[in-house]
């Protein structure tokens, strides 16, 4: 099943609604804005799209999509070893096999598909970040990697936005990344229930390309089974002794080759400079859908009493 937030085009200050994806049309959902929230209202999914089919459909061409997830909090993690040997040429670290390593991000920063992104105030190398999410279908505490695994709802694209410029300045002080990550996330365009990729399991993922191009311009060419990190494990990890709420978002980290970062750090023809305003950068997984999102200018930096 997959199912979308939308709002119809012509009226832009309709109320958003959840809705079933079948064949190019949309069954309205409306008791519920979007996927999280129906989740955690332990509302079953197979149910809600048999109820939807039985009522009327919109075309999706009339629809603005949004994001068809806005979780209580989102985590990202670092499971792509590939990336973390690009950024870093020659400093992998062999703690990062044993455990995967994330950070709290900004659920408050989630923008939809269709939504401009936004440099960060004084940033000056704007960068993308391909990866996907898993989300969770009930609460945990402390679950093992089986019931991890188990309580995966589904999946969606996570499109990290980052300011390399300020995540490297403040993570010299041993904190962060915090200012470079929390401008913009996009999840979307559609929220694919986990039963979907089962045929495509490969690995410690699944057998599906990850693209992404800027201006037209191929930059990355990866496939989610290169994952380092089962999404079991990242949630067993994240959930250790603490609670997750039904609709949190985990991020794999970002598939190899998945950045602007990684092509500059290994001096590879596909970088061509920091995503500028104006930019349009496409970004693909398969089964999953497709992105085209534009880089906007940013708000204003107010310096700080300091003068930064």
């Not at 309709?14 to 049309?25: A, I």
């Not at 509302?43 to 994001?67: N, V």
């Not at 089962?198 to 699944?206: I, L, N, Q, S, V």
């Amino acid at each position: 099943m997959r199912f979308v937030s939308a709002q119809t085009r012509d009226d832009p200050a309709e109320k958003p609604f959840l809705g079933l994806l079948e064949d190019d049309q949309v069954h309205p959902i409306p008791q519920f804005r979007e996927v999280a929230a129906a989740l955690a209202a332990e509302a079953d999914l197979g149910q809600l799209a048999a109820e939807a089919r039985s009522g009327t459909s919109l075309p999706l061409s009339a629809l603005r999509l949004l994001a068809p997830i806005q979780p209580p909090a989102m985590r990202d993690c670092m499971c792509f070893h590939e990336h973390i040997r690009n950024c870093r040429p020659g400093t992998f670290d062999p703690k990062h096999q044993k455990f995967p390593a994330f950070y709290i991000s900004n659920h408050n920063a989630v923008i939809g598909p269709e939504d401009p992104v936004q440099i960060p105030p004084g940033c000056q190398t704007f960068d993308y970040e391909l990866e996907v999410c898993a989300v969770l279908g009930r609460e945990l505490r402390n679950p093992t990697p089986e019931e991890a695994r188990a309580a995966i709802a589904g999946y969606t694209l996570y499109i990290d936005w980052s300011a390399r410029d300020l995540q490297m300045e403040e993570m010299t002080l041993g904190l962060g990344p915090a200012k470079g990550k929390d401008s913009a996330t996009t999840l979307g365009p559609h929220f694919i229930t986990a039963d979907e990729l089962e045929p495509r399991r490969a690995g410690k993922g699944f057998d599906l390309h990850m693209r992404a191009s800027v201006n037209g311009r191929p930059v990355t060419d990866g496939n989610w089974k290169t994952i380092n990190w089962d999404f079991g494990d990242v949630i067993a990890y994240a959930g250790r002794g603490t609670t997750l709420s039904a609709g949190e978002v985990l991020g794999s980290g970002t598939v190899g080759g998945g950045c602007l970062l990684e092509h500059e750090r290994t001096g590879s023809g596909a970088f061509s400079g920091w995503l500028q305003p104006g930019d349009t950068v496409d970004l693909d997984v398969e089964l999953l859908g497709t992105l085209s999102q534009t880089v906007v200018e940013g708000l204003p930096r107010h310096p700080l009493s300091s003068g930064h």
